[in-house]
């Protein structure tokens, strides 16, 4: 019996032996590398999957049961080819695909150009979006529909040193300020550069053109002055802001560095001045008219602002580079909305700079640091007054329907509640 348990013991200790030894070898590096790489593609397609199933259009400001007054579209930051809508990145060949030959030299040498320090804004009458970058030295000129991407190129449309400002006028000519060569560049409809505006310039930034007067204003932060051109002629008119004061000037009128400058349907000029943390106002002959803002760190207040706009409505969109916040304002300087914060969610922001919008009320900002634009609707006063119409209605219909009674109007609310900063 203890020979007979010893075999036993003996066969059972080698078969257990044996199984380790197979699972060793199944459990060989080729094995592990396989499951590991299966692995990760299945986490891959899961988390892809999760993206995918984000429905934009539900991104909205303010939350529900409120009617939204803007909404979150799209994001740009390079060709489709390279990053789909997902943010998933194109996979890159490998060294031995390229040495073998496996690949041509189109495909070998076909990396786009992606954002990385974008800034300045405009759309044309195509409804294309244009985006200086000046660390990548071009002007992307994204397809809001297609994604396709197109650029003027450094050295090959043109000389660039450090292109910060865009503006686009009603005949798609395209003003590019660059403070590096000191100038702005004039761009024709066909992307060709034409003209050059170099009189009065020190610091040349944000652009803004008044197409119904035909003024060009240049933002000059190193001057702290706006300079005021003829958009025709391109021959300085004026210059609003006194200049030699070393960015310490905090009268009425007058700027310390000014960045994004903006013009509202009856010329009226809008000036981010930074460093004083406001938004000063002026009319279309360039005399002052009233300013709002004060510096702090919460809604209604401003650290930095750099971007200015004005929608449909006229309201005054500001882009706030230490807050990377987005504040709306009506024309008396009260807070209506804001959003934002640090972040690379949808809404949120990582080195706010700049902000344009367009004839369609589409709201296209700028961040330095992940490299990207973002896209928002802004719904106009009268759509969210038909809205609200259209939920005063269904509530009637709905209280009929249950109770057999006309139900009384409700009475109407404002469009949009200033905020209290």
């Known amino acids: 019996m203890r020979t007979r348990s010893g075999n036993h013991y003996r066969l059972v200790r080698s078969g257990l032996a044996l199984a380790i030894f197979a699972a060793l070898l199944t459990a060989s590096p080729l094995s592990l590398q396989a499951d590991q790489k299966k692995k990760k593609a299945d986490e891959k397609a899961e988390t892809e999957a999760k993206i ?58 076909s990396r786009p150009f992606e954002l990385i320090q974008p800034y300045g804004l405009a759309v044309d009458s195509k409804g294309l979006l244009y985006i200086a970058d000046q660390k990548v030295g071009a002007i992307f000129i994204f397809n809001t529909e297609s994604r396709d991407v197109d650029l003027i190129k450094n050295s090959v449309h043109a000389h660039f040193a450090r292109i910060i400002g865009l503006a686009m006028d009603d005949n798609d000519r395209l003003f590019v300020s660059d403070p590096g060569l000191r100038h702005v560049i004039v761009f024709n409809k066909d992307h060709k550069a034409e003209d050059l505006i170099t009189d ?50 905090t009268s009425p009128g007058d700027f310390s ?117 973002q896209q928002f609707q802004y719904v106009s006063d009268a759509e969210a007054e038909k809205e609200r119409e259209k939920r005063v209605a269904d509530r009637a219909a709905k209280l009929n329907a249950g109770k057999g009674t006309t139900a009384s109007p409700a009475q109407p609310s404002p469009v949009a509640t200033p905020s209290k900063p």
């Open 257 to 373: 560095k000014p960045v994004g400058v903006a013009v509202d349907a009856e010329g009226n000029l809008y000036v981010a001045d930074t460093l004083n943390n406001r938004i000063e106002i002026f009319d279309a002959d360039g005399q002052f008219v009233t300013t709002f803002g004060k510096a702090g760190d919460g809604p209604g207040y401003f650290a930095r602002p750099k971007g200015v706009a004005i929608d449909g409505d006229g309201h005054i969109w500001v882009a706030d580079g230490v807050q990377d916040r987005l504040q709306v304002f009506n024309k008396e300087g009260q807070l209506l909305i804001s959003l934002g914060g640090h972040g690379l969610l949808p809404g949120q922001f990582q080195g706010l700079v700049g902000i344009t919008i367009d004839k369609k009320n589409r709201v296209f900002t700028s961040e330095i640091f992940p490299g990207r634009a």
């Open 52 to 109: 995918k199933a984000i429905d934009y259009s539900n991104i909205v400001w303010p939350n529900p049961p409120a009617i939204a007054r803007i909404k979150y579209s799209n994001w740009y930051s390079s060709d489709k080819a390279a990053r789909n809508v997902q943010g998933n990145k194109q996979k890159k060949s490998a060294w031995m695909d390229r040495l073998a030959g496996t690949q041509s030299n189109e495909e070998v040498f």
């Open 200 to 249: 009065g310039k020190v610091d040349p930034g944000g652009l803004a053109i008044d197409t119904q007067n035909r003024l060009l204003y240049v933002a000059d932060a190193e001057l702290d002055q706006v300079l005021v051109y003829d958009a025709d002629t391109l021959k300085l008119v004026r210059k609003i802001g006194t200049t030699g004061h070393k960015h310490e000037l």
